[in-house]
């Protein structure tokens, strides 16, 4: 079937920088996303985009799927592949053409493993997708921004129409801390896991801690503060109400593009540097790091044998190994994975190959999931899970739910994780933990106006 009559671009007339405008927009839709990325990255694409009033809205929770009454009925995988494909097109004007925006829990494995006995969230659904046919799209390579509409659709379009463009800062509070996995037993849990790990049971498992603090007011603030504090290749403010997921991730879960499947496996880090000869030090250090790099050539052959599973035969290599990627406050070692995709199978199949990612769970990747939900013993929710898009057109890119907070009604969660190897020191890991979750943190701060509050 011919789509050129569904698809409606025009040039979009506006000063605003994407922020600025998701600012208007989200005060006037209930639910609403922004996608952002920040310059520095190969892998990124320099778009921004901004939807709201999704036609529908795909919850699963517990295996039931809501939202549509024509696709709920296919189940967790089978209503978000039916949606895709009964809405297909072929433009490729933008990478985001329409489509599924939203996170993934990290128990949406449960529908991929099901042996792991994964415990149910009651602040967050295993996914949550609005299904958009309105975007606002940002070229930032072009310096131009557009209206897109499918199928005559135009909420957005009158909702831009009846904007008055002003920037309004709004306050959000933050009250009491609960640290939900204080230091003692934190660092017992990485001493249970690295007896595992001795005994024979896993290689590496990535064992997580959790925050939550009370909040009044509006996270968006937040979201304005740590994309400063923390630009990243994948930033992001999903709205859906009475939750929201925010983040600024500097890892991507999967890419899939004109029908090449890419992952970036992350493993190994260092601090920037102040100055260019600390920036060579820490870089000859990491990659001089025996444990660093057997842990990243641990999680690349991980990568490979995911993209094995749904790409051509032979088609899955190893493109770039081991390189050095710098971002706002660290640098990481990095690889790149990618194959061809197999006929007949589509974005959201290469999704649930990698799903969860092997940097935040663990291998092999079954039994860690086992050992975390034991030592853990709380749901994740869409922390190490994912946060993206899939495209009408066969696309999707999206990114691993780090670096980010989670809100649910009155309270802000954040969570880290380190992975947990035979020679792990608890003290050392639970540091880390503290050193990933320093930039959310830093964010709260800097945007509650309770200046004296402590997170």
């Avoid at 609960?178 to 595992?196: F, K, T, W």
Wanted: aromatic share 10%; glycine share 8%; hydrophobic share 35%.
């Amino acid at each position: 079937m011919s789509d050129s009559p569904r698809v409606h671009i025009e040039d979009l007339q506006t000063n605003l920088t994407p922020m600025e405008l998701y600012g208007q927009i989200s005060q006037r839709a209930r639910t609403s996303f922004l996608l952002e990325s920040a310059v520095g990255a190969e892998r990124t694409v320099s778009y921004s985009f901004i939807g709201c009033c999704p036609k529908f809205v795909l919850r699963c929770d517990d295996g039931k799927v809501t939202g549509s009454p024509e696709y709920s009925k296919e189940g967790p995988i089978g209503a978000i592949k039916k949606a895709m494909e009964e809405n297909e097109l072929s433009e490729r004007m933008f990478p985001f053409m329409g489509g599924l925006v939203g996170y993934f829990s990290y128990e949406f494995a449960r529908y991929l493993e099901e042996k792991v006995p994964f415990l149910r969230d009651p602040s967050f659904p295993d996914y949550e997708l609005g299904f958009y046919k309105e975007a606002v799209v940002f070229d930032h390579s072009k310096f131009k921004c557009y209206y897109m509409s499918i199928d005559g659709t135009d909420n957005l379009r009158r909702m831009l129409d009846s904007m008055d463009l002003k920037t309004v800062r709004r306050p959000l509070l933050i009250g009491r801390t609960h640290d939900q996995c204080p230091r003692p037993r934190y660092e017992g849990n990485v001493s249970s896991a690295r007896q595992r790990i001795a005994e024979g049971e896993s290689f590496q498992v990535v064992v997580s801690r959790s925050k939550e603090i009370d909040f009044t007011g509006d996270p968006l603030a937040l979201y304005q503060e740590l994309r400063q504090v923390n630009p990243s290749p994948y930033m992001y403010y999903l709205d859906f109400g009475e939750r929201k997921v925010l983040g600024s991730s500097p890892e991507t879960l999967v890419t899939v593009r004109g029908g090449e499947v890419f992952t970036y496996p992350i493993a190994g880090t260092r601090p920037l540097g102040a100055n260019m000869k600390e920036r060579r030090r820490y870089k000859e250090e990491m990659r001089a790091d025996e444990k660093e790099k057997a842990e990243h050539a641990m999680l690349v052959d991980l990568a490979r044998n995911d993209l094995g599973k749904v790409c051509e035969e032979g088609s899955v290599h190893v493109a770039e190994y081991m390189q050095v990627e710098e971002f706002s406050h660290v640098q990481h070692l990095v690889s790149k994975v990618q194959g061809t995709l197999a006929p007949g199978l589509d974005a959201m199949d290469a999704f649930t190959a990698v799903f969860p990612a092997g940097t935040v769970s663990g291998a092999p990747k079954p039994r860690a999931m086992e050992i975390i939900a034991e030592l853990e013993q709380r749901p994740r929710g869409p922390y190490a899970g994912a946060v993206g898009y899939i495209s009408l057109n066969g696309d999707m890119d999206s990114a691993i739910a780090i670096r980010s907070a989670f809100v649910a009604k009155d309270r802000i969660r954040i969570q880290a994780g380190a992975g947990i190897v035979y020679d792990s020191d608890p003290s050392k890991e639970f540091v880390e933990t503290e050193n990933k979750l320093e930039g959310v943190v830093a964010a709260l701060q800097r945007s509650a106006t309770n200046k004296e509050a402590n997170v």
